[in-house]
Nanobody, 124 residues
Framework: QVHLVESGGGLVQAGGSLSLSCAAS????????MGWFRQAPGKEREFVAS????????AYADSVKGRFTISRDNAKNTVYLQMNSLKPEDTAVYYC?????????????????WGQGTQVTVSS
């Protein structure tokens, strides 16, 4: 069992930055692909970013490409999401996800484990 806890959400003005963290416990996640998803009010949960087991491969939704950066520190069992140039449409609950799969990018479509989410609100 993997337990994921997100932190770092909050309120920020448009154009600002936030850094989210996802701390994993229960098992080392070095063999898990990790991802970030978000869900805005009234909308379905959507993929934001993902990283392979070592962090050598990453993927991003078109809407965040060039503004968000995903990274991981397997020694700390933690995944990060650096969010820059934030827009009001980035407002959502952000969820961390972990998937054990031979195809790391499969985490773009779903996960074995989910965190409880952290709220990000971007004001205009």
């Amino acid at each position: 069992q993997v337990h994921l806890v997100e932190s770092g959400g909050g309120l920020v003005q448009a154009g600002g930055s936030l850094s989210l963290s996802c701390a994993a416990s229960g098992r080392t996640v070095s063999s898990y692909a990790m991802g970030w998803f978000r869900q805005a009010p009234g909308k379905e949960r959507e993929f934001v970013a993902s990283t392979s087991w070592s962090g050598g491969n990453t993927a991003y939704a078109d809407s965040v490409k060039g503004r968000f950066t995903i990274s991981r520190d397997n020694a700390k069992n933690t995944v990060y999401l650096q969010m820059n140039s934030l827009k009001p449409e980035d407002t959502a609950v952000y969820y961390c996800a972990a998937l054990r799969s031979s195809l790391w990018y499969a985490v773009n479509y779903g996960a074995d484990y989910w965190g409880q989410g952290t709220q990000v609100t971007v004001s205009s």
